[in-house]
């Protein structure tokens, strides 16, 4: 959110020509089991893709077709 605001510097310090509050919202109170949840995820590949990531990562030649 963007809101303009007037102030005016009186050489010292700025003072808004109206009450501004500024509030931060509360962070949630979290471990960090629940965080490593939210981060997980499930990625779909072929079935060798443990054997052969460097294959599919990398471009190498299969470890299967030498």
């Known amino acids: 959110m963007v809101k303009r605001l ?4 009186d050489g010292e310090v700025l003072r808004s020509e ?3 509050i500024i509030k931060q919202d509360e962070p ?3 471990n960090l089991w629940s965080v490593f949840t ?3 995820g ?3 590949g072929p079935p060798d893709w ?3 990531h460097d294959h599919y990562l ?5 470890r299967k077709q030498g």
Do not use: C, M, Q, W
């Open 6 to 9: 007037h102030a005016v510097f």
């Open 18 to 20: 109206e009450t501004v």
């Open 28 to 30: 949630k109170s979290r």
């Open 38 to 40: 939210d981060l997980a």
């Open 42 to 44: 499930k990625i779909e």
């Open 50 to 52: 443990s054997e052969e």
């Open 58 to 62: 990398y471009g190498t030649p299969n």
